[in-house]
Structures are given as structure tokens and as C-alpha cells.
């Protein structure tokens, strides 16, 4: 599967989806004006990927800012990756969150009581 590579802007954040490599990361602030324009290309590469089963996956997030609309988007794209998991997928998530922005911790926290795969909340 190709790469998934967006470079970031002012309003939008890195993307770098590896497949080969297992690592799926972005890294940023997401407060695009159409988050559901942003997210678009996001959706459609995970509803094209299968990860191999032997193979572990880590989805990171990285997020210094993000708005409402993304915030949305962030949990959908979660839901996706926790689809990839409940299907037998070794695929984990982990939130990285800058010390001292309790409320990127508690948006995870939060994030964690629709989904059942394993989330690993760490400071930076």
C-alpha cells in the first residue's frame, strides 16, 4: 500500500502513514476551516488498509491544538483504527500530549470510554 505523506501547514498537521514501516503518526495543530475536507484522504487510505496481522502497528498522536470540528474527526479516525483492532489487528494507539495541557489528556481520556483498543497517554 502507498504511503500516506501530507506536508504540514499553518491550520493542518503532518501525516505520515507508513505501512511497510507499521507507523501511522500525525503531528500538529489541526484547525483547518473544513475538517471534514482535511480528514477526507485520512479516511479513504484507512478504509484501503490491512495491516498484516503479523505485523504490529502504531498509531500516534501528536496534537498541540485542534478544534472542535477536528476534535470529531480525531474520534472518528479512532473508531476506524479500533475497527483494524477488534478484527485481530496488533494495533495500538498513543497519545502524546506537551506537559502541562491537561485538556489533551482529558480529551484522551475521554476518547478511551468509546473504544476498546489499547490507548497509551504519555506526556512530553
Given at each position: 500500500?502507498?504511503?500516506?505523506?501530507?506536508?504540514?501547514?499553518?491550520?493542518t498537521p503532518q501525516v505520515n502513514f507508513d505501512s511497510g514501516k507499521g507507523?501511522?503518526?500525525?503531528?500538529?495543530?489541526?484547525?483547518?476551516?473544513?475538517?471534514?475536507?482535511?480528514?477526507?484522504?485520512?479516511?479513504?487510505?484507512?478504509?484501503?488498509?490491512?495491516?498484516e496481522k503479523q505485523k504490529a502497528v502504531v498509531m500516534r498522536f501528536r496534537l498541540f491544538y485542534y478544534n472542535?470540528?477536528?476534535?470529531?474527526?480525531?474520534?472518528?479516525?479512532?473508531?476506524?483504527?479500533?475497527?483494524?483492532?477488534?478484527?485481530?489487528?496488533?494495533?495500538?494507539?498513543?497519545?502524546?500530549?506537551?506537559?502541562?495541557?491537561?485538556?489533551?489528556?482529558?480529551?484522551?481520556?475521554?476518547?478511551?470510554?468509546?473504544?476498546?483498543?489499547?490507548?497509551?497517554?504519555?506526556?512530553?
Open positions: 500500500m502507498d504511503k500516506l505523506k501530507i506536508s504540514s501547514t499553518f491550520t507507523e501511522l503518526e500525525i503531528e500538529g495543530k489541526i484547525i483547518p476551516e473544513d475538517s471534514e475536507k482535511f480528514f477526507k484522504a485520512i479516511f479513504d487510505w484507512i478504509e484501503n488498509y490491512s495491516p472542535t470540528g477536528a476534535s470529531k474527526r480525531i474520534l472518528l479516525l479512532m473508531k476506524k483504527i479500533d475497527a483494524l483492532y477488534q478484527q485481530g489487528n496488533d494495533i495500538k494507539i498513543v497519545w502524546e500530549y506537551e506537559e502541562g495541557d491537561e485538556d489533551s489528556m482529558n480529551d484522551c481520556e475521554d476518547y478511551k470510554k468509546h473504544l476498546k483498543i489499547p490507548i497509551e497517554i504519555r506526556k512530553i
